[in-house]
């Protein structure tokens, strides 16, 4: 079976450069310890350290403004192509970031519009000259992307909110993986509030017919970076410059997570609720489908840890049950989707289970070296969505 912690306490922050130094120390020894067979849990687990510890993460670098950049809307250089794709679940249709208008998508539970925006990081001339969409907004910032989420609610959340990714398989754990992850797990405690992980579950450890917890890692909705409540009808365009709008994380954790415990407290379907993330970008790459900037000169591409989709949801699980696993069956999704890059493309078979055959784009061929050369480190294989 693979572990879980659910944990809940209380909302704080380092106050010493020495807190931040040991914290990261640990991060960097279950980096070590839990080698390629528990990559992606130490990826998640170091960066959730960056975001809870490191004084304005995510948010340095110099800020454009319109005098810099006249242009606040989109526009499509000629001859740009996006190899980033994603798409809601259930299916409506492969979405590509960096589009004119956001994508939008209904389901029992809300009415969706969302936006992806990425730097042109497979075509570094571009980010030099500044010429792709969004560049007015991105260029000269460290984040490599952000993603914008506007919810409008048919049903107000019966329970509470989770935020984050899953993955539909899990890896095997060595003792040593586990005992060095529970060690920073603890660590966490002190500094993180409300979050959820699990390695997922092997299939073949459970009985027959029993619903298998997919790989989870998820937070509460201050995982964002920022949120805007706004009346009906009076909710800011997500294509447009929302600089200083609403709430930032970066203007302090307490403030921002109380007020946004209070907009989760009166969650309304008269409001439209707009939330923005892009703390954890710079490490990131989801073009180049590869995590970078955590140690000097080291990347390390998505598929090295198995991973060809990542799901990205928020969702609930209301009513009490003695089952504490995040299983699908019991999750109310909000929002639900898969995202990859075709510059790494899973195999048609795998897009097959949640695009259908008649959905499947182009996609650009892949080294089988760059995609195997780590298999033997991997514990199980990661084929499934």
């Given at each position: 079976?693979?572990?879980?912690?659910?944990?809940?306490?209380?909302?704080?922050?380092?106050?010493?450069?020495?807190s931040?130094?040991?914290?990261?120390?640990?991060?960097?020894?279950?980096?070590?310890?839990?080698?390629?067979?528990?990559?992606?849990?130490?990826?998640?687990?170091?960066?959730?350290?960056?975001?809870a510890?490191?004084?304005?993460?995510?948010?340095?670098?110099?800020?454009?403004?319109?005098?810099?950049?006249?242009?606040?809307?989109?526009?499509?250089?000629?001859?740009?192509?996006?190899?980033?794709?994603?798409?809601?679940?259930?299916?409506?249709?492969?979405?590509?970031?960096?589009?004119?208008?956001?994508?939008?998508?209904?389901?029992?539970?809300?009415?969706?519009?969302?936006?992806?925006?990425?730097?042109?990081?497979?075509?570094?001339?571009?980010?030099?000259?500044?010429?792709?969409?969004?560049?007015?907004?991105?260029?000269?910032?460290?984040?490599?992307?952000?993603?914008?989420?506007?919810?409008?609610?048919?049903?107000?959340?019966k329970?509470?909110?989770?935020?984050?990714?899953?993955?539909?398989?899990?890896?095997?754990?060595?003792?040593?993986?586990?005992?060095?992850?529970?060690?920073?797990?603890?660590?966490?405690?002190?500094?993180?509030?409300?979050?959820?992980?699990?390695?997922?579950?092997?299939?073949?450890?459970?009985?027959?017919?029993?619903?298998?917890?997919?790989?989870?890692?998820?937070?509460?909705?201050?995982?964002?970076?920022?949120?805007?409540?706004?009346?009906?009808?009076?909710?800011?365009?997500?294509?447009?410059?929302?600089?200083?709008?609403?709430?930032?994380?970066?203007?302090?954790?307490?403030?921002?997570?109380?007020?946004?415990?209070?907009?989760?407290?009166?969650?309304s379907?008269?409001?439209?609720?707009?939330?923005?993330?892009?703390?954890?970008?710079?490490?990131?790459?989801?073009?180049?489908?590869?995590?970078?900037?955590?140690?000097?000169?080291?990347?390390?591409?998505?598929?090295?840890?198995?991973?060809?989709?990542?799901?990205?949801?928020?969702?609930?699980?209301?009513g009490?049950?003695?089952?504490a696993?995040?299983?699908?069956?019991?999750?109310?999704?909000?929002?639900?989707?898969?995202?990859w890059?075709?510059?790494?493309?899973?195999?048609?078979?795998?897009?097959?289970?949640?695009?259908?055959?008649?959905?499947?784009?182009?996609?650009?061929?892949?080294?089988?070296?760059?995609?195997?050369?780590f298999?033997?480190?991997?514990?199980?294989s990661?084929?499934?969505?």
């Amino acid at each position: 079976m693979g572990s879980r912690v659910s944990i809940l306490a209380p909302i704080a922050m380092s106050e010493t450069h020495s807190s931040c130094f040991g914290c990261f120390g640990l991060a960097i020894l279950a980096w070590l310890a839990l080698g390629y067979s528990h990559s992606f849990a130490a990826v998640v687990l170091l960066l959730l350290f960056y975001y809870a510890f490191v004084p304005g993460f995510g948010h340095k670098g110099p800020v454009q403004t319109k005098s810099q950049h006249q242009h606040t809307t989109a526009v499509q250089p000629q001859g740009y192509q996006d190899p980033l794709r994603w798409t809601f679940l259930p299916s409506n249709g492969v979405q590509r970031a960096n589009t004119l208008e956001p994508s939008t998508y209904e389901n029992d539970l809300c009415v969706l519009k969302c936006l992806a925006m990425h730097r042109p990081t497979h075509e570094p001339w571009r980010e030099a000259a500044g010429n792709y969409p969004y560049a007015w907004h991105l260029h000269g910032r460290k984040r490599l992307w952000e993603i914008r989420v506007q919810m409008r609610l048919k049903e107000v959340p019966k329970s509470k909110l989770y935020f984050g990714i899953e993955l539909a398989d899990c890896e095997a754990a060595s003792a040593t993986a586990r005992q060095m992850k529970a060690v920073l797990i603890r660590a966490v405690q002190g500094v993180i509030g409300d979050f959820y992980y699990s390695d997922g579950e092997d299939p073949s450890e459970v009985m027959p017919g029993e619903e298998v917890e997919p790989s989870t890692f998820v937070m509460p909705l201050w995982a964002f970076d920022q949120f805007v409540v706004s009346e009906a009808g009076e909710e800011p365009e997500i294509t447009g410059d929302l600089t200083n709008v609403g709430m930032l994380r970066k203007d302090g954790l307490k403030a921002y997570a109380k007020e946004l415990q209070k907009c989760i407290n009166e969650f309304s379907k008269d409001k439209v609720y707009t939330f923005c993330i892009w703390g954890i970008s710079q490490f990131l790459d989801c073009i180049r489908w590869e995590v970078g900037g955590i140690f000097p000169g080291m990347t390390a591409n998505f598929s090295r840890f198995g991973l060809k989709v990542i799901n990205i949801a928020i969702y609930e699980m209301p009513g009490e049950h003695p089952d504490a696993r995040h299983l699908r069956s019991r999750k109310r999704y909000f929002l639900n989707v898969a995202m990859w890059s075709i510059l790494h493309s899973p195999e048609k078979r795998l897009l097959d289970e949640f695009l259908g055959p008649d959905e499947i784009e182009e996609t650009k061929p892949q080294s089988p070296r760059a995609m195997d050369v780590f298999a033997c480190c991997s514990g199980l294989s990661r084929v499934r969505l």
